[in-house]
């Protein structure tokens, strides 16, 4: 994390927030499912954009996250959300996430 004259306090938000960024992550996928339901037009594919970065932040598997986006079907998402929850779908740490660590 960047010192950007951020003071201890933020600093501490900051991290708080990215230290939670999974469960941020899971809430929003599921929220994103009921609000696509009730969603029409352009609000709806902006959700779906947002649902796919949400996912690729996830590190899903590819092949589940075009499925998704190529049927554009709430209940699939639903489906991707109940298997994440249930443990069925794991979740892999992108590569971005991993040379962080290393």
Same mark, same amino acid.
């Given at each position: 994390?960047?010192?950007?004259?951020?003071?201890?306090?933020?600093?501490?938000?900051?991290?708080?927030?990215?230290?939670?960024?999974?469960?941020?992550?899971?809430?929003?996928?599921?929220?994103?499912?009921?609000?696509?339901? !009730?969603? @029409? =037009? %352009?609000? /709806?594919e902006k959700m779906w954009d947002t $649902?796919?970065?949400?996912?690729?932040?996830?590190?899903?598997?590819?092949?589940?996250?075009?499925?998704?986006?190529?049927?554009?079907?709430?209940?699939?998402l639903a489906k991707i959300v109940e298997? !994440?929850? @249930? =443990? %069925?779908? /794991?979740?892999?740490?992108?590569?971005? $996430?991993?040379?962080?660590?290393?």
């Open positions: 994390m960047s010192n950007r004259n951020y003071s201890p306090h933020q600093q501490k938000v900051i991290k708080r927030y990215y230290d939670n960024r999974d469960a941020i992550d899971d809430q929003r996928l599921s929220e994103l499912v009921t609000n696509l339901y !009730l969603a @029409s =037009g %352009k609000k /709806q $649902a796919e970065q949400i996912m690729n932040r996830m590190g899903l598997p590819d092949s589940r996250i075009q499925h998704v986006m190529d049927v554009r079907d709430p209940a699939v298997d !994440l929850l @249930s =443990g %069925k779908l /794991q979740k892999k740490k992108p590569k971005s $996430a991993q040379k962080e660590k290393g």
